[in-house]
């Protein structure tokens, strides 16, 4: 697959969300990488402040970032379909993260 046609992934995922949660995302960027240096492993990864957690001392930071490991999805799936449904998951997985919630629930109500 192409990381044109993975960053097309990436985007219907984003489609997949509510209009409500995606103007209520606040200072956050989206960014597909190859891979975690750090865990090979790792599907996606927030990094930042949960918008649960800030306060009106939140100000000046940088955006919060959400990696999507395009090359770890590639290699664990075996289909257009299964890509395009992994993307999806790990996506939402990241930007629930962003909202707040834990892995724990995320888990429970199948989003990775």
């Known amino acids: 697959m192409s990381d044109a046609d993975f960053e097309i992934l990436v985007g219907e995922a984003l489609d997949l969300l509510p209009e409500e949660l995606m103007k209520a995302m606040d200072n956050v960027v989206i960014m597909i990488e190859p891979f975690n240096p750090e865990d090979r492993n790792l599907l996606g990864l927030y990094t930042g402040v949960a918008l649960t957690r800030r306060t009106t001392e939140y100000a000046g930071f940088l955006p919060d970032t959400i990696e999507i490991y395009r090359d770890i999805i590639l290699s664990i799936c075996h289909s257009a379909e299964e890509v395009r449904e992994q ?15 834990d892995d724990q629930w995320l888990h429970d109500h199948g989003w990775g």
């Open 87 to 101: 993307v999806a998951i790990t996506v939402l997985h990241e930007i629930g993260h962003h909202f707040g919630i």
